[in-house]
């Protein structure tokens, strides 16, 4: 069965760090795009960080530029969003998505292969 599965997510203390990591099972993520969105309480999923099959093409959303990295690990078949300096405001539920497109149109509407989302809470 194919799935996509975050995880790492957590309470951490503002300027805290956290990593997380999306991992494939069933299917290779080698040749997709992979994002790395999120979403808070009342508001619309949005694009945290977008990456190319070879790594060549990276985006990062304003709010988390000099924050957050992404790589990505084909042979372990795995994404990982590594996340410091982190704020209450990036209090969210994660979420990784396979998508096809250029990752620097790093929407939602562009991923269609969703994991089940991870939830990282920033205490003030």
């Known amino acids: 069965q194919s799935q996509l599965v975050e995880s790492g997510g957590g309470l951490v203390q503002a300027g805290g760090s956290l990593r997380l990591s999306c991992v494939a099972s069933?299917?290779?993520?080698?040749?997709?795009?992979i994002g790395w969105f999120r979403q808070a309480p009342g508001k619309e999923r949005e694009g945290v960080s977008c990456?190319?099959?070879?790594?060549?093409?990276?985006f990062y959303a304003d709010p988390v530029k000099g924050r957050f990295t992404i790589s990505r690990d084909n042979a372990k078949n795995t994404v990982y969003l590594q996340m410091n300096s982190l704020k209450p405001e990036d209090t969210a539920v994660y979420y990784c998505?396979?998508?096809?497109?250029?990752?620097?149109?790093?929407?939602?509407?562009?991923?269609?292969?969703w994991g089940q989302g991870t939830q990282v809470t920033v205490s003030s």
């Open positions: 998505a396979v998508g096809t497109l250029d990752p620097q149109l790093c929407v939602p509407e562009g991923y269609d292969y």
């Open positions: 069933g299917f290779t993520l080698d040749y997709s795009t």
């Open positions: 990456i190319s099959s070879t790594a060549g093409s990276i």
